[in-house]
């Protein structure tokens, strides 16, 4: 998104964990919904995803030169947001950025993480969609 759809952001982050332990995520949320996947096949597809992503010609999955990269492999959701938030509040200081409210909310309730990843799909169905547009015009 830093490189193609918002190259001007103020603030550009980059977000990334290792492919292990990403396949671990999601075999973890695989097995949790009953899938018959071992650890191996998730790996294996996460890496030649990342190849994938990472060098197609239009618009690859890289990180902006300008952008922070954090590594969240050995980070909690709750540490992950809390140092986004304070690279936000470090970048713009003259922004207001609610202090731990979005992390306690999170905690307490799993509505508001999945109207989150609601929204960042809907986002990146958007994003393709521009990005399609564009190439085709």
């Not at 492999?73 to 809390?82: G, I, K, R, W, Y």
């Not at 003259?94 to 609601?118: C, D, F, M, N, W």
Request: charged letters at 25%; one cysteine or more; glycine letters at 2%.
């Amino acid at each position: 998104i830093g490189t193609v759809i918002l190259p001007n952001a103020d603030v550009k982050i980059f977000l990334t964990a290792s492919a292990e332990c990403r396949a671990k995520r999601r075999y973890d949320e695989l097995i949790a919904r009953g899938s018959q996947v071992t650890y191996e096949q998730v790996l294996s597809e996460m890496i030649e995803r990342d190849t994938n992503d990472s060098t197609r010609k239009i618009a690859p999955c890289v990180a902006a030169q300008d952008a922070i990269t954090v590594d969240n492999s050995d980070l909690t959701e709750s540490e992950t947001v809390e140092k986004i938030l304070g690279i936000i509040k470090e970048k713009i200081p003259y922004i207001i950025v609610p202090h731990g409210s979005l992390t306690i909310e999170a905690q307490k309730t799993k509505r508001l993480k999945k109207i989150i990843l609601k929204f960042l799909r809907s986002l990146v169905i958007m994003i393709n969609y521009l990005l399609l547009i564009f190439y085709y015009s």
